[in-house]
């Protein structure tokens, strides 16, 4: 059997996983709140001659396709791809094959908040963990951002890969990538910095946007990559199934032989 690592966080009320406003709100009922619930499919059937009383436990949740572990498609970043030949794929037109494949960690947690990786710094580490990439592997960035989910700060931690670093991964066959920071950008408050000193617009989601030209596909909030060796191990990340959404939820796993 091999060694399974959990490398999802969970959807929870938590005010500090999303920008202002923009985190998921579960509510709760428990199985007394409910009974009333189970009992009216029985008309008859008073509350308490349940079982102990009891109806079922279950959660409404307010989220978007964005909040928690998640995976984003090509549609989330641009309409179109391949440099505007083609309809950019949504989440359920995602390869399943992609899902499923050999996994490659990079470890950037020294570099500074806000600092955009380049290709020179892919190929680096990719020296210094000895790893010739090949198609189809997953590449999962670990940022200082990953010790801090949850926590005040978080949405404006860690680095973030650029165009230049994306296309770096995307030329040589890679199609899924993963991190554990709030976007696979540098965080919007160090771009946003940057933008007001030269008002260039090509330096906004420029990681994201390097989709515009080859189709790959992105997760975010990923967690607990510390916890992975630099390579040999299997990533399995299938998304949940939107129809023609930006995004779905993963319950990405590592698994280690």
Known sequence: MPQFIDLSVAIENNPHTDHPGGSPKVKYLNHQETANGLAHFFPGLKPEELPDGEGWAVET????THNGTHMDAPWHFHSTTNNG????PTIDETPLEYCFQPGVKL??????????????????ELNRIEHTLKPLDIVLVNTSAGAVFGEPGYVDKGC???????LY?????VR???TDGWSWDAPFSHTAVKWAQNRDPSIIWEGHKAGREIPYWQMEKLHNLEALPANGFTVACFPVKIKGASAGWTRCVALID
Do not use: N, Q
């Open 61 to 64: 949740i307010t989220l978007s």
């Open 107 to 124: 470890d950037f947690r020294h570099f500074e908040d806000g600092y955009l990786v380049c290709a020179a710094d892919v190929e680096a």
């Open 160 to 166: 973030g890969l650029g165009r230049e670093a994306t």
């Open 169 to 173: 991964l995307t030329e040589r066959g």
């Open 85 to 88: 030949k083609d309809p950019a």
């Open 176 to 178: 899924m990538v993963g």
